[in-house]
Each structure stands twice: as structure tokens, then as C-alpha cells.
């Protein structure tokens, strides 16, 4: 069966088809760049277009970088402040042939991950984190989300996580992997506090340079990289849309 994702970020909008037996992409994926302003019409024309060149009329998985809840974005840290109250899946659903299913990216970068990647027949507590622009997390018990956590936003030494232990923060500050990595690690020594995670995931971009930072990470629970990098956004908001009942 065939589904179609679409991941909305910050520096770019990406969609595809999407196989849903394996978890993969089926052929290329098509990357635009995200309006500037990045607001609600201008991105959803360039989703609309992105559906539309793939002749796609089914119902679509889109993600945000904020929290979603019943197709509404509740928050827009890295994104145009105008996003907040937005109906998204309404709003998007002019611009499309099918129904949409907006989810939190994270949320669907890790539903991609226990379906087909690093955390397939993981049981207990699994906490998928994805390090970027800010930092994502999706939290599952048994296999079951639980959504919106927003934990980039924990307090860490008095500041938003995410503003120093993102990937973001390493290019921006010009960090090596090392401090970088003792960042990551003072954010999850503040999470580990709270949460005992029976393993954690990381994604995002910088998971595929694992190699260099996690073995630095001091953690009681076990780091694993994410397996699908870049596609888990796609794969996992079609998987969404595929499984959800539409409303
Ligand atoms: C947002 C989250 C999002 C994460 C990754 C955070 O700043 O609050 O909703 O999942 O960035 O994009």
C-alpha cells in the first residue's frame, strides 16, 4: 500500500510517496525551498504544488514543528509566530485534492522509527529525540505515542534546552563534537531526572554522524542513531494518515 507524506520545515518543504509495507520512499522525494515569511498560505501552496507534481489525490500525513493538536498548531518556536491557533488541516485542505493529517514532526519522525527503524518491537519506555533546528522529542509506552511532549523546551541550567544542545547550537556557536556532545549530555541529565526512558533514539540531520558524539554520551539508558535520517518525517506523517480515522 502507498501513502503520502510531506515534511514542513524551517529551511525546506519536502514530500513524497510513500511505500507503507517497507517504511521507504518510493522514488525521489521533491525538496522546496520554505517561503520567507514562512506563512500559513504561502507553505501550503508549495504543499499543494509538491501533492499535485506527484499526481497524488489521497489523503496526505503533513508534519509541523509545533505542537498539533486536532489539526490546530498550538506553538511555532522556529517558525512564523502566525502559525499559532492556525486550523491547519482545514486551512491546507483547500490546497489539496484528499483529507490532510497534520502531526508534530517529531511525533512523526518517531512513529517512522517503532514501525520500521531503530525502535521495531521495542516495548517499555522509548523516547525519540531529533536534534535540528530546535530539539524534537516523541515519547512512546508499548508502542504508543504520546504526543506533544515538547521536551526541547525542558529548563536546563536556565534556558530552553534546545537553544544550547541543538544541532543548530553546534553550527551557529561553531562547536566541535566533543562540547557539543557534553551539551547533549547536560540536557539529558536534566530529561534522565524526570523520565526513565528504557532507550532513547536520536534522529534529526546530526544522527548521521553518531559515530562522533554519542559514544561521549554519559547516559544510564542506552543512545541508539535513528535509522530512516532524513526520510522518518515523510514515512512516518503518511503512516499517520494512513492509520488515523479522518475527521
Ligand atoms: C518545537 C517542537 C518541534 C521541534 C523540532 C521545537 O522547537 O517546539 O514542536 O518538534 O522544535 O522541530
Known sequence: MQGFGVDIGGSGIKGCLVDLEKGELVGERLRIETPQPALPDPVYGVVGGIVESFGWTGRIGVTFPGVMKHGVAYTAANVDKSWIGTDVDAGLGAFVPGTVETLNDADAAGIAEMRYGAGRDRQGVVLMLTFGTGIG???????????????????????????????SAREREDLGYPEWARRVDR???????????????????????AHKWVPLLSTRTPVVPAQLQNDAGIVGAALAASERPEH
Open 187 to 209: 540536557y539529558l541529565d536534566v530529561l534522565e531526572a524526570g523520565l526513565w526512558p528504557d532507550l532513547i533514539i536520536v534522529g534529526g540531520g546530526v544522527s548521521k554522524k
Open 137 to 167: 522529542s516523541a515519547l512512546f509506552v508499548d508502542g504508543h505515542l504520546v504526543p506533544n511532549t515538547e521536551f526541547g523546551h525542558i529548563q536546563v541550567d536556565g534556558e530552553d534546552g534546545e537553544k544550547r544542545a541543538a544541532a
